[in-house]
T-cell receptor, first 114, second 111 residues
Framework: ETGVTQTPRHLVMGMTNKKSLKCEQHLGHNAMYWYKQSAKKPLELMFVYNFKEQTENNSVPSRFSPECPNSSHLFLHLHTLQPEDSALYLC?????????????FGSGTRLTVV | DAKTTQPPSMDCAEGRAANLPCNHSTISGNEYVYWYRQIHSQGPQYIIHGLKNNETNEMASLIITEDRKSSTLILPHATLRDTAVYYCIVTAQGGSEKLVFGKGTKLTVNP
């Protein structure tokens, strides 16, 4: 357990379904992130939240909708996904403006779109 | 953020030291060097970071050249569990900026 918990660990969904990924951090961090890792590709940063405010959206399609209700929780709402969206989705947290502290990642959600 | 260059793969014998190089010739004065690793299908794990001086912790040592244009991560006694992809990342403000991952180095520790 790294201090960042992601649920579910595995998810299979149809292209017409709506589902949500959840991330919770117990580290008192004030920044949270969503990354996507497709097969044999580097991690791609999707969204950044600092102090609950979205500060970065890396041209992510609107079928991915993030939500950050407080500094400890982060959601990724999914709807009308495509098979190419199948990937490992990773959540991370960090303490902004605190030199010397890196990111803590969760174990990820393995998403399969059928 | 400055870009980094790493070899795509390396092999190491179990019990020997693994030395993973990273070039970051365009690094800025306020940018730190971070190392993470990712074991298959898990989230990346922080290993170590540094600015100018060499650093050591319970996992590894980080050697940064005087001109800061390259660094080496050293795993002193590699085990099979150290088989992973190792990422060298340069970022400002000691990790509070976004981390941009490259392809990293796939280290295989052989028995």
């Amino acid at each position: 357990e790294t201090g960042v918990t992601q649920t579910p660990r595995h998810l299979v969904m149809g292209m017409t379904n709506k589902k949500s990924l959840k991330c919770e951090q117990h580290l008192g961090h004030n920044a949270m992130y969503w990354y996507k890792q497709s097969a044999k590709k580097p991690l791609e940063l999707m969204f950044v939240y600092n102090f609950k405010e979205q500060t970065e959206n890396n041209s992510v399609p609107s079928r991915f909708s993030p939500e950050c209700p407080n500094s400890s929780h982060l959601f990724l709402h999914l709807h009308t996904l495509q098979p190419e969206d199948s990937a490992l989705y990773l959540c991370a947290s960090s303490q902004v403006s605190r030199s010397g502290y890196g990111y803590t990642f969760g174990s990820g959600t393995r998403l399969t779109v059928v | 953020d400055a870009k980094t260059t790493q070899p795509p793969s390396m092999d190491c014998a179990e019990g020997r030291a693994a030395n993973l190089p990273c070039n970051h010739s365009t690094i800025s004065g306020n940018e730190y060097v971070y190392w993470y690793r990712q074991i298959h299908s898990q989230g990346p794990q922080y290993i170590i970071h540094g600015l100018k001086n060499n650093e050591t912790n319970e996992m590894a040592s980080l050697i940064i050249t005087e001109d800061r244009k390259s660094s080496t991560l050293i795993l002193p006694h590699a085990t099979l569990r150290d088989t992973a992809v190792y990422y060298c990342i340069v970022t400002a403000q000691g990790g509070s900026e976004k981390l941009v991952f490259g392809k990293g180095t796939k280290l295989t520790v052989n028995p």
